[in-house]
Structures are given as C-alpha cells and as structure tokens.
C-alpha cells in the first residue's frame, strides 16, 4: 500500500488482488484492506441512499473510492466539512465514444492529429483527468 498526503486528504493505493474471484470480488478485497489499513480493524463499508461510500458509525469520515483494472484508491479526507472525490482512469476506448462531451474544440482538433489509437487515448486521457 502506498500513501500520500494531498491538501484535504489521505490517499491510499494498492493494487488489486488478482486472485480466482470475479473481478468484483478482487475489487472489494481491495478496497476492504484500504479501509482497514487507512482507518483500522473492522470498519465497514457502506454506502449513502444517493450511492456515496461512507464508513459505518464515523459519519464525520468523508471517502471516496476508485479503481481500475490493475489498482484501487482510496481518498479519506481531513474534514467532516469538505467532500472530496477520487478517480482513476486508464488510456480505454470508451474515451473515444465521450469525447466530444469533454474536449473543447481545440482539443478535439489536437486529439484527432494523432495517426494511431493508441497516441489518441494517451492524449484524450490527459485531457479528460486535467
């Protein structure tokens, strides 16, 4: 696991466990040892009405959860007053089918000069995560 300070918040990643279960499973077993090694022993997951993971008991924790194919982060922030939000993305097709609702113009003319699909997902990444 690895840690890191960011303004508001704690940052915890660790990759995701490539064990024999869906890729779900491995997912939640990520996250599960995120939240016991960032925040202790038997804290449970849980999740608003509107969809918005929280820790059960400690309504003053803010978190908030991402992963990708290969490595799970978790966000806890410093204070009960400030929300915070966390994503982890990776250079995947589906950028080419929304980025026309993210680029501005200019980027999309930027982004469309690059000859193979590979060099365009690495540039509509980096706009997409700017």
Same mark, same amino acid.
């Given at each position: #696991?690895?840690?890191? /300070?960011?303004?508001?918040?704690?940052?915890?990643?660790?990759?995701?466990?490539?064990?024999?279960?869906?890729?779900?499973?491995?997912? *939640?077993?990520?996250?599960?040892?995120?939240?016991?090694?960032?925040? !202790?022993?038997? #804290?449970?997951?849980?999740?608003?009405? +509107?969809?918005?993971?929280? %820790?059960? !008991?400690?309504?003053?924790?803010?978190?908030?959860?991402?992963?990708?194919?290969?490595?799970?982060?978790?966000?806890?922030?410093?204070?009960?007053?400030?929300?915070? !939000?966390?994503?982890?993305?990776?250079?995947?097709?589906?950028?080419?089918? %929304?980025?026309?609702?993210?680029? /501005?113009?200019?980027? +999309?003319?930027?982004?469309?000069?690059?000859?193979?699909?590979?060099?365009?997902?690495?540039?509509?990444? *980096?706009?997409? /995560?700017?």
């Amino acid at each position: #696991m690895t840690e890191l /300070t960011a303004g508001c918040c704690r940052l915890y990643l660790c990759p995701v466990p490539d064990t024999a279960g869906s890729r779900r499973d491995c997912e *939640k077993a990520a996250v599960e040892s995120l939240i016991a090694q960032a925040l !202790g022993e038997g #804290m449970e997951l849980t999740h608003s009405p +509107e969809g918005a993971p929280s %820790v059960s !008991g400690h309504p003053e924790l803010r978190i908030s959860i991402s992963h990708s194919a290969s490595h799970c982060l978790l966000a806890v922030g410093n204070s009960p007053h400030i929300n915070i !939000g966390v994503d982890i993305e990776s250079p995947r097709p589906q950028l080419l089918r %929304v980025a026309q609702r993210f680029l /501005t113009p200019a980027e +999309e003319d930027s982004a469309n000069l690059c000859c193979d699909e590979p060099s365009r997902l690495d540039i509509l990444l *980096k706009y997409w /995560t700017a």
